[in-house]
């Protein structure tokens, strides 16, 4: 061993000693800790009975492998260390002062690595270790104090693993086998297991881990969060773990940053249950405080994929709302009403045309395109009110919308053009002119009633839209395949 690598090594094991007695204190704060889930019928589970004989033995254990620091000491140094020109240097010696500077993050990263190994040695079919099963779950207790870094992404897996009863990084589920792999066989009938079934008594410890976090601090209950975010991905541990009674406890917790993180869990609650999402939903909504509030006005659109028209009174709600922010999120999601009504869409749009934030109207131009193609008459008028309300931000959104249909529509923009302000019109003139000479100079001579109407720049080749009913009349098969005939070498 080297100079450096023996240095870093000493200061790095001593670092994980004073932490890892720091983890297992805080870990073994609930007492008691929860029963193993696998056992050995041939050997009694001995249940610690003061927390400071599992410090002290969890301390021995690491002053006696050191075996295993070492090993999860080189593979944390090959993972952390920046890009390395030459893969055969040392990188102990090359990167010493750099690795001394961050003993604290490779000392936290070993320690979730020997909880890592502690529950695998728990979780061993064949001999399952309950020592390491006491120790692992007061660790991972115990570790798990930040919201971010490895206790989320780290934290997570082993929760998972303690709620399936299994060794951490066991695949769950098998691809399944097709002609890609070369020992395919097309005719053989294998038995597939494409879900895990949550343990009985690995779930009870989950909770009882997710209760130590729950009722702790602020960050505990942000990690918390993360964890059931994650976990909503399978699906399986959905109900076994009570994540959604979790969800709605939290919906009405102290802290504004719990209740956001809650609403980040809202699309995939939806999709497990449609009313036990709107059940939480309706609480975090009553809430005032603003970042809960802008919080639900980005949640609309999932809202609104999921439940269709009970995302409406919360749209009502918001766009009423007095905050830039939420008026913006909420303005923004006021096309998905076109999928339901548009009559009702419509209503909004001409609604929030006059609308004192200045956002607010700026984000009816997103509808614009849809709304022409729906009502290309325009009854409303909502194209001129915009454009002459003079605001720079609409005037060049609408400009583009414009010029396309001056190019394929002119009957239509005829009838948009004398409702325009003139002093308004020179930018488009301009954008006209330097997309194609004298196209404006065109339009004002109609204008002044001095030339015809300008032809289309562009020919749209009109599409046939079925009707859904069935015609009086059906075509004669020879000449429907002529047709087709025709419209075939037309493309070509």
């Known amino acids: 061993m080297s100079k450096s690598r023996d240095a870093i090594a000493k200061a790095t094991f001593e670092l994980v000693a004073v932490e890892l007695v720091q983890a297992l204190e805080v870990g073994t704060k609930v007492w008691p800790l929860p029963p193993p889930p696998l056992t050995d019928p041939e050997f009694p589970v001995r249940t610690p009975e003061r927390d400071q004989e599992l410090i002290a033995k969890g301390l021995s254990m690491l002053h006696s492998d ?240 999921h439940t269709g028209w009970h995302a409406v009174p919360f749209l009502e709600s918001m766009l009423k709302d007095d905050d830039e922010s939420v008026l913006a999120a909420a303005s923004a999601s006021v096309g998905q009403l076109r999928s339901l009504d548009e009559d009702l869409w419509v209503k909004h749009l001409a609604s929030l045309m006059r609308h004192d934030v200045p956002i607010v109207r700026r984000n009816i131009v997103l509808n614009l395109r849809d709304y022409v193609e729906a009502f290309p008459g325009d009854s409303l008028q909502i194209i001129p009110a915009l454009w002459n309300d003079g605001d720079e931000v609409v005037q060049a959104r609408l400009r583009e919308l414009l010029m396309r249909m001056d190019e394929i529509h002119p009957d239509q923009f005829s009838k948009h053009l004398p409702l325009l302000k003139p002093e308004r019109l020179e930018a488009l003139w301009m954008t006209m002119d330097a997309r194609r000479a004298e196209r404006s100079q065109l339009w004002k001579d109609w204008l002044s009633g001095q030339g015809p109407l300008p032809n289309p720049v562009v020919f749209i080749k009109e599409i046939h839209r079925s009707s859904g009913t069935v015609p009086e009349q059906l075509p004669n098969l020879e000449d429907a395949l002529n047709a087709l005939d025709s419209s075939v070498d037309a493309d070509e």
């Open 66 to 305: 050191v075996g295993m620091f070492d090993r999860h000491l080189s593979f944390i140094v090959d993972f952390i260390v920046p890009h390395r020109m030459n893969l055969v240097d040392d990188a102990f010696e090359v990167h010493q002062k750099w690795l001394e500077r961050r003993t604290g993050d490779v000392a936290k990263r070993l320690l979730f690595c020997i909880a890592t190994d502690w529950l695998a040695q728990a979780f061993d079919p064949d001999a399952p270790n309950t020592d390491r099963w006491w120790l692992a779950i007061a660790l991972i207790n115990g570790l798990s104090v930040e919201p971010f870094g490895q206790p989320v992404h780290q934290g997570y897996h082993l929760v998972e693993s303690i709620a399936l009863a299994q060794r951490p990084g066991t695949w769950h589920t098998e691809p399944a086998d097709g002609p890609q792999n070369m020992g395919w066989n097309p005719n053989a009938v294998i038995p597939r297991t494409t879900t895990a079934i949550a343990h009985e008594s690995g779930t009870e410890a989950a909770m009882w881990l997710f209760n130590c976090l729950e009722d702790d601090t602020l960050e505990r209950r942000l990690l918390l969060m993360e964890w059931v975010k994650l976990l909503f991905e399978r699906s399986f541990l959905i109900e076994p773990l009570e994540l959604v009674a979790v969800l709605k406890r939290r919906s009405q917790d102290d802290n504004e940053d719990v209740a956001v993180k809650v609403i980040r869990c809202l699309s995939r609650l939806f999709e497990y249950n449609q009313t036990q999402g709107l059940e939480i939903a309706e609480i975090l909504h009553a809430r005032k405080e603003l970042s809960v509030r802008r919080g639900m006005a980005d949640a609309l659109p999932a809202l609104f994929r």
